[in-house]
């Protein structure tokens, strides 16, 4: 039997909507009409995206009351109209761009968009994206940076690489690593002019001194003051960004000060040292409400496999999606170096990637790991206690193991006489 269902529909009383440009962004308040009435007013205004009138913006919404703001991420132009508006008490919400998409077949101007925005807001259709306060927002900055900065680093040593291997250089198969003390002495002999390679390869220290006969062959090339040139330069800008890195770990150790007691708890989880913390707090933030539970975090961070059913049938091939990319490279280098430990993590990174392979192993262990970290996040009390890495084998039936690998032997045409150990 059918019966009678009583909707009202919730709607924001005052509301605006930015579609935000780089030079200029057009604004849309809806607020409601008067007295009490169920139509609405509306407001569309464009506005520079230059300060002063970015300020003029924010006390208009301000003296019209507006009790939600809300744009959508473009690009980082919506930074300083987020900012501005939030340290004028207002509370701005960043909307994911696949969230508003206009309706296909109706036309598409800035003012269509910014009005469109707007009623979606109005009636409680969106969700904010996560946006830190200001002391993260500024360790992030650095955090990032410093990522990009190694990215940099690593591109220019395979540069210095690739020149070698021009020049007919072979050092990089007999050094494991060539930018060891031993490398670089080698190459500031090359660009100095030296090119005997039994000189070269007397330049070896340390335990690359058992590798002189293979040095000399190594050395036996074609490089010319062509490749000293570029050398030189290449060596030079590794250098450059070497102390860039160190004096940006100072920024980021002064700005980590607040925080020092949660990225010390998190050093203890296993493949997290303190540049993973520092990078992981700087993404997440210290405070966990944003995040209701675990399982909410690590949907945020693209961890956990995307459902997609209908009719009864589970389609697509549950990969998880693209989230933050800074977070991700953190958590997969954290679950590569766990699965080097003899911890908990470490073992389940093993059995994972022997039946399904490295990569699938790196989420399935980062994602324990992200739980891991919000447990302690949200509890400044917890502390990490590992599981052992005999976890597996302490939990499983020894009757029922015993009882199939007698079965597997029998397949096999034995004879199976169990005797216990002394």
């Given at each position: 039997m059918l019966a009678a269902s009583e909707d009202?529909?919730?709607?924001?009383?005052?509301v605006a909507a930015i579609d935000i440009g780089k030079a200029e962004l057009v604004c849309c308040v809806r607020l409601p009409g008067p007295g009490g009435s169920r139509r609405r007013l509306q407001e569309v205004s464009t506005h520079s995206t230059m300060t002063g009138s970015l300020a003029e913006l924010a006390n208009h919404l301000v003296e019209l009351g507006i009790e939600r703001v809300v744009m959508e991420a473009t690009s980082d132009y919506w930074k300083p109209v987020f900012y501005l508006l939030e340290a004028h008490g207002l509370q701005?919400?960043?909307?994911?761009?696949?969230?508003?998409?206009?309706l296909p077949g109706r036309p598409k101007t800035d003012v269509l968009d910014a009005v469109w925005l707007c009623k979606v807001a109005e009636r409680q259709m969106l969700r904010p994206s996560f946006v830190p306060p200001h002391p993260v927002r500024q360790l992030r900055d650095l955090t990032r940076y410093r990522a990009d900065l190694v990215g940099e680093r690593t591109a220019?040593?395979?540069?210095?690489?690739?020149?070698?291997?021009?020049?007919?250089?072979?050092?990089?198969v007999v050094a494991s690593d060539i930018f060891g003390v031993s490398g670089r002495d080698m190459m500031a002999a090359l660009i100095a002019g030296e090119r005997n390679p039994k000189v070269l390869a007397q330049l070896a220290r340390s335990r690359m001194r058992t590798k002189i006969t293979q040095l000399e062959e190594a050395f036996t090339g074609h490089f010319d003051d062509h490749h000293a040139f570029l050398l030189k330069k290449m060596l030079a800008r590794i250098d450059g960004i070497d102390a860039d890195i160190a004096a940006v770990d100072e920024r980021i150790e002064a700005q980590l000060a607040p925080?020092?007691?949660a990225a010390e708890r998190l050093d203890d989880i296993p493949g997290i040292g303190p540049v993973a913390a520092a990078a992981i707090i700087a993404e997440v933030g210290t405070d966990?409400?944003?995040?209701?539970?675990a399982g909410h975090l690590s949907s945020w961070a693209k961890f956990s496999?995307?459902?997609?059913?209908?009719?009864?049938?589970?389609?697509?091939?549950?990969n998880t999606g693209h989230g933050n990319r800074y977070l991700a490279r953190v958590l997969g280098e954290a679950a590569a170096g766990a699965g080097k430990t003899n911890t908990f993590l470490g073992e389940r990174y093993r059995r994972i990637a022997r039946r399904r392979g490295k990569k699938r192993a790196i989420v399935?262990?980062?994602?324990?790991?992200?739980?891991?970290?919000?447990?302690?996040?949200?509890n400044p009390d917890a502390l990490f206690h590992d599981l052992g890495a005999n976890h597996?084998?302490?939990?499983?039936?020894?009757?029922?193991?015993?009882?199939?690998?007698?079965?597997?032997l029998e397949a096999l045409g034995y004879t199976v006489t169990l005797t216990r150990a002394a």
């Open positions: 009202e529909e919730q709607i924001i009383a005052r701005p919400w960043l909307v994911n761009t696949r969230d508003v998409k206009h220019e040593k395979n540069r210095v690489e690739k020149l070698l291997e021009d020049a007919c250089i072979k050092l990089s925080f020092a007691q966990m409400s944003r995040f209701p539970t496999p995307g459902i997609k059913s209908s009719a009864g049938k589970t389609k697509g091939s549950g399935a262990v980062g994602r324990p790991i992200l739980v891991i970290v919000w447990q302690i996040l949200n597996f084998s302490r939990r499983l039936n020894p009757d029922a193991a015993k009882h199939a690998h007698v079965h597997q």
